[in-house]
């Protein structure tokens, strides 16, 4: 079976403009959850969607978005790019909830700001 | 909120060594716990988790962590490293009326060989 599909594997940005990330999970799986990965600040949660919904999300100002599609796809949107959005981004699914299941994740995209 | 705190941040040690990786969390209700992996250029991989009964859990290649709820703990144990084990090891937690995983900071291990 496929594991979670992100694309793309790196991109690179200037100041000021947006991005759009993809993750494709497992397929069953109804919960993504998103994360930044950098190296001050380790892993931190962004938000995840269940079912096309947002049911959480973390401590991040409005400029990070998301959405989940009725496939279970989702796509997470950085608008305004700041020099401190530099980060791994990443996406994990399981198949039910996130409180009582294991979440398997993507290798990442490797997001940098000039 | 939850947080989770893990005190070593680089660890070396010589291979057949035995290895003790804290966690530590604070949270007032129930929580369930994880112990991910992160090997050099691959994505994050379980190696374990605690929902409920028997606090001591194994997981894979020889990983193994202990519950102690009364030390908010789930301190992450391997009787003999590998070479093979280097790689950033992430302790995890999530209440169980939540949706939120919180991640601590990792810990680098390093074996040599």
């Known amino acids: 079976k496929a594991g979670v599909t992100q694309t793309p594997r790196y991109l690179i940005k200037t100041r000021g403009q947006q991005v759009t990330l993809s993750c494709s999970p497992i397929?069953?799986?109804?919960?993504v959850s998103w994360y930044q990965q950098t190296p001050g600040q380790g892993l931190q949660f962004l938000f995840e969607?269940?079912?096309?919904?947002?049911?959480n999300k973390g401590n991040f100002p409005g400029r990070f978005s998301g959405r989940q599609f009725s496939n279970s796809r989702s796509e997470m949107n950085v608008s305004t790019l700041e020099l401190g959005d530099s980060a791994l981004y990443l996406c994990?699914?399981?198949?039910?909830?996130?409180?009582?299941?294991?979440?398997?994740f993507g290798d990442g995209t490797r997001l940098s700001i000039l | 909120a939850q947080s989770v705190s893990q005190h070593n941040h680089h660890v070396i040690l010589s291979e057949a060594a035995s290895l003790e990786l804290g966690c530590n969390y604070s949270y007032g209700g129930t929580v369930n716990l994880f112990w991910y992996v992160q090997y050099p250029g691959q994505h994050l991989q379980l190696l374990l988790k605690y929902f409920s009964g028997d606090p001591l859990v194994k997981g894979i290649k020889g990983f193994e962590a202990e519950f102690i709820k009364s030390k908010f703990s789930f301190n992450l144990r391997k009787p003999s490293v590998q070479w093979s084990d280097t790689a950033e090891y992430f302790c995890a937690v999530i209440p169980i009326a939540g949706n939120m995983l919180t991640f601590g900071g990792g810990t680098r291990l390093m074996v040599k060989p």
């Open positions: 994990a699914s399981s198949l039910e909830g996130v409180e009582n299941q294991p979440q398997h």
């Open positions: 397929s069953g799986h109804r919960s």
């Open positions: 969607y269940f079912s096309e919904t947002q049911r």
